[in-house]
């Protein structure tokens, strides 16, 4: 079985926040956090959700915790999974309420179930770097508070 792996972020300005441990997420379950932007010159500064999402070979990635065809901080809670795009098996997250299917490598959406995103959001999640050293989960948030795919 093919996987893709998550592509290499290279922020122009890196700031690791540590999150928690790795033993503190449970396995194919997500977990919302709450990063600081006020220490990247992200537009607004302020906080950013994530869900953090760890997968069964301890691989952690991380996307927007917010739903962008509900509006709510949601995706945390949505269902972990997996599909086949283009021949390769990519790690997924279920959206809660509405039930759109994301890439947990990109963020992109690859199933909309017939809804369009709320007004002046984008279909897909933001996708953020993810290092887990010593076992200590680290995020990073870029100068633009993140990555689209």
């Known amino acids: 079985m093919t996987t ?7 922020p122009t300005a890196t700031t690791w926040q540590e999150v928690c ?8 379950r997500g977990a919302a956090a709450l990063l600081d932007a006020a220490t990247t010159t992200s537009p607004g ?3 950013v959700q994530v869900a953090l999402v760890r997968l069964l070979d301890d691989t ?3 996307v927007s915790n917010l739903d962008p065809y509900s509006g709510a901080h ?8 997996s599909r086949r795009v283009d021949g390769a098996t990519v790690p997924t997250l279920t959206s809660p309420l509405h039930k759109q299917v994301f890439s947990l490598l990109t963020g992109a959406c ?9 007004a002046g959001q984008g279909g897909d999640l933001r996708s953020f770097p993810v ?3 010593g076992g200590v989960v680290s995020v ?5 508070g993140g990555t689209r795919p």
């Open 21 to 28: 441990r790795l033993d503190d997420l449970v396995p194919e």
């Open 45 to 47: 500064g302020g906080t």
């Open 131 to 133: 290092r887990v050293t």
């Open 74 to 81: 949601v995706m945390s809670r949505g269902l972990v999974g």
């Open 4 to 10: 893709l792996e998550a592509p290499e972020a290279v």
């Open 140 to 144: 990073s948030l870029p100068d633009d």
């Open 60 to 62: 952690v990635l991380a």
């Open 110 to 118: 690859l199933d909309t179930a017939g809804r369009s995103p709320v």
